[in-house]
């Protein structure tokens, strides 16, 4: 794990007061959608299915500031679509990074190098750039060549300029243990990224590729072998111990949908970001009117493979923060 002890110091305080207020649910990052238009059309991502008037549209500067208030959360994701392609992206970075949120910004990296003199780097403020492997993988995940070596070069760019720099991984059915070492052994070794991300693809409905999602056992076999002999442990993997266990097939737990919940320009999103079944106004209503109980695996059919961070890493988070064991071992591998 790589987790700067500033943020995982501020987590540890945020949990324990959501224990002693008695809250049962609470966010633990939020997913900002400030936008739904991008740069790039990527196979696997059914997040630009929308028409051509919602794709303009823009969330402004004080919505965005204003949902992160109402819902507490010490973490922001902004994501997309593609943030830098909003003209005031920056100005809701800073707003959050005043108000001392841990700020990701998700990109492909495109527009990063042009932008990057918009930003400032900050213990509160990480790129999270997209990387879905090697040259050719990653360029074929994208529908474009050239993406892999403008993120390359975009993150040795923010790395000179002082910024913290992760990544984020998803993996689908072409890869294999191979390519999984491949890719994170070049981002952690390579390009020396400040921790990294990792997750099987979510099977969207709107995606234009339906055919290489990952199924429950094709992920556990394929995390397995790729960690295997010691690999997992010397890279800098920005997740809980508990969260690798159950991507191998180790350990087994429920989603918890409402620990990373998503806020677009059309609101709250019911369950998460990976699914829509309507939207609430308010962070409260989400909550209270959001019947979380029939999600997960067994429970909805959607669910059934699914195994991404964003449901089951605050599971993971929770149960190792309210186990000494768990919170020891998460201590020993930081």
């Known amino acids: 794990m ?33 936008l739904f238009q991008c740069n790039l059309a990527c196979a696997g991502c059914g997040k630009i299915q929308h028409p051509e008037h919602v794709l303009r549209q823009r969330m402004p500067v004080e919505q965005a500031v204003s949902a ?71 360029d074929q995940s994208v529908e474009r060549e050239g993406v892999f070596d403008k993120a390359v070069a975009a993150i040795k760019a923010a790395k000179a300029r002082g910024f913290r720099v992760s990544t984020n991984t998803t993996f689908f059915t072409q890869d ?9 052994d070049f981002l952690n070794d390579d390009l020396r990224v400040d921790h990294m991300e990792i997750s099987p693809a979510y099977a969207y409905e709107k995606a234009p590729d339906q055919e290489h999602f990952l199924g429950v056992r094709q992920t556990r076999e ?67 009117t959001t019947d979380w109980s029939k999600y997960g695996r067994g429970k909805d059919p959607r669910c059934e493979n699914c195994m991404a961070a ?15 064991r768990q919170s020891l071992r998460a201590l020993v591998s930081r």
């Open 310 to 324: 964003c449901g089951y890493e605050p599971t993971a988070v929770l149960k190792t923060a309210s186990s000494l």
């Open 68 to 138: 992160i208030e109402e819902s507490g959360a010490p973490m922001v994701s902004i994501a997309g679509g593609e943030p830098l392609v909003h003209p005031e992206i920056h100005l809701i970075a800073s707003e959050l990074i005043k108000r001392k949120r841990f700020v990701y910004l998700c990109t492909n990296a495109i527009l990063l190098e042009r932008k990057l003199e918009n930003f400032k780097p900050s213990p509160y403020f990480t790129w999270a750039i997209h990387m879905d492997g090697l040259r050719e993988r990653h």
């Open 176 to 184: 294999s243990p191979k390519t999984v070492r491949e890719v994170l």
């Open 2 to 34: 790589s987790i700067p002890t500033r943020q995982a110091a501020r987590m540890g305080m945020y949990l324990l007061r959501q224990r002693l207020a008695k809250r049962d649910k609470f966010p633990l990052l939020v997913e900002l959608e400030p």
């Open 222 to 288: 394929l995390f397995r072998e790729a960690f295997a002999d010691g690999h997992r442990k010397r890279w800098r993997l920005n997740h809980s111990p508990l969260y690798l266990d159950f991507l191998e097939g180790k350990a087994e737990f429920d989603c918890t949908a409402w620990g990373i919940p998503s806020y677009s320009l059309f609101g709250w999103q019911r369950p998460c970001y990976l699914m829509s079944d309507g939207y609430a106004k308010t962070y409260k209503e989400l909550i209270e």
